[in-house]
Structures are given as C-alpha cells and as structure tokens.
DNA sequence: GTCTATACGAAGATAGAC
DNA sequence: GTCTATCTTCGTATAGAC
C-alpha cells in the first residue's frame, strides 16, 4: 500500500492523488486503513515518501558500492529512462513530487529532504573515496542530484528524453574533469 | 488573475489551488470567471503558465542581452534566493509546478514544454554569443536549467538556501571551464 | 480486522436574477 | 458582465455492523 501511493505519487503528486486511487492500485482491504494509518493521508505520504526515498537511497548505494561514481551514474540513468518511456513520460520523482506537496503534507516534505540529504551523502562519499577533496565532494554531489531532477522534469514536460540525455552528458564531462 | 494564479501555483502547484483561491487572491468578480475563462480551470492553468513561463523568459534575455552569462546567472539566482527566502521556501517555480501537472491539465504541461524551450533557446544563443561551439551551447544550457529548478526543488525541501547556493557554484565553474 | 454506509467539507461548474 | 445560489462530484474521515 505504501508501495502503490509511492508509485502514484510519481504520475500524480501528492495532492493530486487520492485515498481511494491508493486503495484500488493496491486492492487492499478498504476498511483497515485508519487501522493502519491513523494519522490518514499525511502520514501514508511521509511513509510513502520514506520507503521511496530509503529505496532509491538503497540502490544509489548499492550502484556505487560496486562501480565508480561514472558508471553508476549511467546505470542510474538508464534507470530513469526506462521510468520515463515506459510511462510515456508520465512518471517522475516520488521524493521531487513530496519535496513540491503543499502544507498538507508536512511529513511528506520533511521524508523528502531527508531522502535528498541522505542521497547526497552517499554520492558525496563516493567522490571523496574516487580522490576528490571533502570541500568539493559535497557541493557536486548537490549538482548531481539537483540536474538529474531537473532533467527529468523537463523530460517529462516535452515528452521526450533528450533534456535527461544532454544533463547526464555535461555531468559526465563535469566528473571526468573534477575527478582528473 | 493569470498573475495570481501563476503565483498560487508557486507554493501550491496546480492541482492544490482551487479556483476560489484565485478569486480571493485577485479579488476577481466571482461570477464572471467562466465568461472569461470558458474552458475552466485548465484554460486558466494554460495561460497562467504560459503567461509567467514568457515573463520570466523577457527576464532571462533582458539580463543576457546586457550582461555576460556568468553575471546574469548571478543576478538571476538571487532573485530566486529572494524569493525563496521571503516565502519561507515555500515558493518555487510556476512552470515547474505546471511540468508535473496531472492529466487533468495537460495544456499547462504544454506551456511549460514551450517555456523551457525558449529559456534553453535564448541562454544556448548567449553561451554561443561568449564563444561556445553551438553543438556545446545547447546541451549547457539544459544542464543549466535542469539544475537550478532542481536547485530550488531541493532548498524548498530542506527549506535552507544552500542546496541552490551549491548548484549555482558549480553551474559557474562549468560555465568558466567551458568558456575558457 | 475488515466490511459497508455515510457524514462532512471542498472544489469545479452552471443557472438565472440583476 | 457581474452577482448569488445551487448542483454535482469527489475526497477525507468516521461510525457501526460483522
């Protein structure tokens, strides 16, 4: 269930989808969710928004446990892209979509800039361990972060892949030459 | 009305602001609303987007055409740092906010295609005017936009300047590598 | 615990008077 | 053109039976 408004978060926002949406993606029992949820829609956006964020947290961490920062970035990206043509450029970010959730959903923005900081860390430390100084890991993790974001929203505006393609080409060239 | 609309969707985004939220920000005629906008809400979403995707594009090729990209960039970001900081971070970017609108308001997605069309456009045309090859100027400029929207995505989740601060440093020492 | 039914409010859209 | 009143739909949350 959590798992469900996490994925509907990505096509829909926060605002824009519903208790029963939720419900019917996830055909769980109808009755139960004040059961489990008793906190109602804000708290089902934070736990969505914190397993998301602690998933892809995961997989960042994970990609660069096993690989240098460059060629995890390409997997992570080929990631995306999959994301987005197999949703005809429909889904994007549940942590962007929380991050953007108004003052409904404190939790939700909160769990996303913890997944945000979170993020960075883990990339920032795999600069720091690729040979780039502590001062100038951090600050290009943020970059990072912030362009592969803001490529898929523009992505997801034109429909179409490339402003993902041509971020993901400078940030390679800006790593090559940081890591140099 | 557009310009209030455009602001409502700063903070709230398109799907989380009502129609009477419009109304009571513009102090509009509550019952001349659909003889101006027939096609309802997502007739007003279009033009507001369009509307503050083309004003902020005036604002971009203002700043370019009198100084140099590095400069506008400075400028421009502290107007976003004002922005954010004065809304409390609450604020960000309409046309962000219309790129992840739902089905619901598809012509708002449009308009913020069209808008980071014409920003790309005219920030590619002054990088190539500082001496960049077109073939780099382009794809540059998405990055550049790419990452500054997300710059603001991740201060308004942190609700901390920084985030944008780092980007923008980084963004500034792409641009002087590349244009070196 | 899970179900159905429903209260309560919000939001988009329309009707008809002035 | 602008107003007030209202219709309808939808969405969150709750109540009470099983």
Same mark, same amino acid.
């Given at each position: 269930?959590?798992?469900?408004?996490?994925?509907?978060?990505?096509?829909?926002?926060?605002?824009?989808? +519903?208790?029963?949406?939720?419900?019917?993606?996830?055909?769980?029992?109808?009755?139960?969710?004040?059961?489990?949820?008793?906190?109602?829609?804000?708290?089902?956006?934070?736990?969505?928004?914190?397993?998301?964020?602690?998933?892809?947290?995961?997989?960042?961490?994970?990609?660069?446990?096993?690989?240098?920062? @460059?060629?995890? @970035?390409?997997?992570?990206?080929?990631?995306?892209?999959?994301?987005?043509?197999?949703?005809?450029?429909?889904?994007?970010?549940?942590?962007?979509?929380?991050?953007? +959730?108004?003052?409904?959903?404190?939790?939700?923005?909160?769990?996303?800039?913890?997944?945000?900081?979170?993020?960075?860390?883990? @990339?920032?430390?795999?600069?720091?361990?690729?040979? @780039?100084?502590?001062?100038?890991?951090?600050?290009?993790?943020?970059?990072?972060? +912030?362009?592969?974001?803001?490529?898929?929203?523009?992505?997801?505006?034109?429909?179409?892949?490339?402003?993902?393609?041509?971020?993901?080409?400078?940030?390679? +060239?800006?790593?090559?030459?940081?890591?140099?």
């Amino acid at each position: 269930m959590i798992q469900s408004a996490a994925t509907l978060f990505r096509e829909r926002g926060v605002e824009g989808t +519903a208790f029963a949406d939720v419900l019917e993606h996830s055909a769980a029992p109808r009755g139960s969710v004040y059961h489990h949820f008793p906190g109602g829609k804000q708290q089902l956006a934070e736990e969505a928004t914190r397993w998301a964020g602690e998933a892809m947290g995961a997989g960042i961490a994970a990609a660069l446990r096993e690989e240098d920062p @460059l060629a995890a @970035l390409d997997d992570f990206v080929g990631l995306w892209r999959a994301v987005l043509e197999e949703s005809d450029f429909r889904a994007g970010c549940p942590i962007v979509a929380a991050a953007l +959730a108004g003052e409904r959903s404190p939790g939700a923005r909160a769990a996303a800039a913890a997944a945000f900081a979170e993020w960075r860390a883990t @990339l920032a430390g795999a600069f720091a361990e690729a040979g @780039l100084a502590a001062a100038q890991a951090g600050p290009l993790a943020t970059l990072f972060i +912030a362009a592969i974001e803001g490529g898929i929203v523009l992505a997801r505006a034109q429909r179409g892949i490339e402003p993902l393609t041509e971020v993901v080409d400078e940030l390679r +060239a800006v790593a090559r030459s940081a890591l140099a």
